[in-house]
T-cell receptor, first 112, second 115 residues
Framework: GEDVEQSLFLSVREGDSSVINCTYT??????LYWYKQEPGAGLQLLTY?????DMKQDQRLTVLLNKKDKHLSLRIADTQTGDSAIYFC????????????FGAGTRLFVKA | DTGVSQDPRHKITKRGQNVTFRCDPI?????LYWYRQTLGQGPEFLTY????????KSRLLSDRFSAERPKGSFSTLEIQRTEQGDSAMYLC?????????????FGDGTRLSIL
């Protein structure tokens, strides 16, 4: 089946690194994504990684993919108060069309 | 603005009424998707189009829901005889086509409240 799990809350101090973790079940997933959602807004595609990659870095964001454990993480360096939001882990399953399966989201609180 | 555009942003209506939402995708994207998001949850897939063809529908899309993309550009999502349980954020996304999945870009959604 297709399922994405992530912890519900994370609290960090401004300037620290944040690490948001996610596990997924579909070993044939092609893309894995991180989306950010601020209150009242839609989802912003932050970054994504293709399933044949282990790591992707984009400015303050680092994505790590462990295919063996079906584990995805997002590290935000030098976390700022503007990073406070809900972060969704998502996957494109390898079979069953082109829909994206989302986790329930991790709410990141950044304390000044 | 070249992102995904949704209209209206908010819709309040009485139970039993019909509502229609519109989505304008990113212009070069030929795939268009509809999702529903309830409070505290991630988006759930409803349906998607490749050009004007509706290729997949979720079991969440009851017979009161219908989606169209008549010319392969904008899309509409209609809900007939709305119920309290239809209250949610309805999100539209678009992506490039071609072989395999593609990263999807989302609009700001339409928030539906049923009185």
């Amino acid at each position: 089946g297709e399922d994405v799990e992530q912890s519900l809350f994370l609290s960090v101090r401004e300037g620290d690194s944040s690490v948001i973790n996610c596990t997924y079940t579909d070993s044939s997933s092609t893309y894995l994504y991180w989306y950010k959602q601020e209150p009242g807004a839609g989802l912003q595609l932050l970054t994504y990684i293709f399933s044949n990659m282990d790591m992707k870095q984009d400015q303050r964001l680092t994505v790590l993919l462990n295919k063996k454990d079906k584990h995805l993480s997002l590290r935000i360096a030098d976390t700022q108060t503007g990073d406070s939001a809900i972060y969704f882990c998502a996957e494109s399953p390898g079979t069953g069309g082109f829909k994206t399966i989302f986790g329930a989201g991790t709410r990141l609180f950044v304390k000044a | 603005d070249t992102g995904v555009s949704q209209d209206p942003r908010h819709k309040i209506t009485k139970r039993g009424q019909n509502v229609t939402f519109r989505c304008d995708p990113i212009s070069e994207h030929n795939r268009l998707y509809w999702y529903r998001q309830t409070l505290g949850q991630g988006p759930e897939f409803l349906t998607y189009f490749q050009n004007e063809a509706q290729l997949e529908k979720s079991r969440l899309l009851s017979d009161r829901f219908s989606a169209e993309r008549p010319k392969g550009s904008f899309s509409t999502l209609e809900i007939q005889r709305t119920e309290q349980g239809d209250s949610a954020m309805y999100l539209c996304a678009s992506s490039l086509g071609g072989q395999g999945a593609r990263p999807q870009h989302f609009g700001d959604g339409t928030r539906l409240s049923i009185l």
